[in-house]
């Protein structure tokens, strides 16, 4: 497995601001994704994240609001730019394991960050 | 479109029963992969279970359990001797081989152990 870390753990932020969303792990991984999940609701693919290429986004989410950065094999960012209180939500990180000991289609998630926009 | 769907948006069942929570899919594809992901009230991701289509054998961990049709694109979950630590959302996850690693979604099921 992957041990993966999220900071901040949660934060209240005014709208019109903009938050960063760190994500660590604990070990070398190709792929990593970030992921949006609305109170209650399943999770929403916002963007896949690989070392060394720019962030491929899906439909809906665009690079102006959600900058990634993936600067090395072990971490990632996020930022959540101009918020507005529809982006209240809870923003996941996920790694793929491609190395060997484990099947290489396996998804591991972070704690999740819980994000509050006023 | 490739879909996942959980039919049950919530159960309860008292401690120590077993309940069986269930998924389908659709797709047209023959290699693929399906999940089944745990996240309690603390919001950690856990995965559960994980089924290859290709296996025919229905995987098991521990209390946890599959029942793969592949025809029937059903891929249930049983929780055996349920524990008041199994009370979380439950998510059905797809992914086929040729999907750059990417996780095709059910709405979940919140699934509530009680005493």
């Known amino acids: 497995s992957a041990v993966i870390s999220q900071k901040p753990s949660r934060d209240i932020c005014q709208r019109g601001t903009s938050l960063t969303i760190q994500c660590q792990v604990d070990?070398?991984?190709?792929?990593m994704f970030w992921y949006r999940q609305q109170p209650g609701q399943s999770l929403t693919l916002i963007a896949t994240a690989n070392q060394g290429s720019e962030a491929t986004y899906e439909s809906g989410f665009v690079i102006d609001k959600f900058p990634i950065s993936r600067p090395n094999l072990t971490f990632s960012t996020l930022t959540v730019s101009n918020m507005s209180p529809e982006d209240s939500s809870i923003y996941l990180c996920s790694v793929v394991k491609g190395l060997a000991g484990g099947p290489a289609y396996e998804q591991y998630f972070g704690p999740g960050t819980r994000l509050t926009v006023t | 479109a490739q879909t996942v769907t959980q039919s049950q948006p919530e159960m309860s069942v008292q401690e120590a029963e077993t309940v069986t929570l269930s998924c389908t899919y659709d797709?047209?594809?023959?290699?693929?992969?399906l999940f089944w992901y745990k996240q309690p009230p603390s919001r950690q991701m856990i995965l559960v279970i994980r089924?290859?289509?290709?296996k025919q054998q229905n995987a098991t961990e521990n209390r946890f359990s599959v029942n793969f049709q592949k025809a029937a694109k059903s891929f249930s979950l049983k929780i055996s001797d349920s524990q008041l630590g199994d009370t979380a959302m439950y998510f059905c996850?797809?992914?086929?081989?040729?999907?750059?690693?990417?996780?095709?979604w059910g709405a979940g099921t919140k699934l509530i152990i009680k005493p």
């Open positions: 089924q290859e289509a290709y």
């Open positions: 996850a797809f992914m086929t081989a040729d999907s750059n690693y990417q996780l095709i």
């Open positions: 070990s070398q991984v190709t792929m």
């Open positions: 797709t047209s594809e023959s290699n693929y992969y």
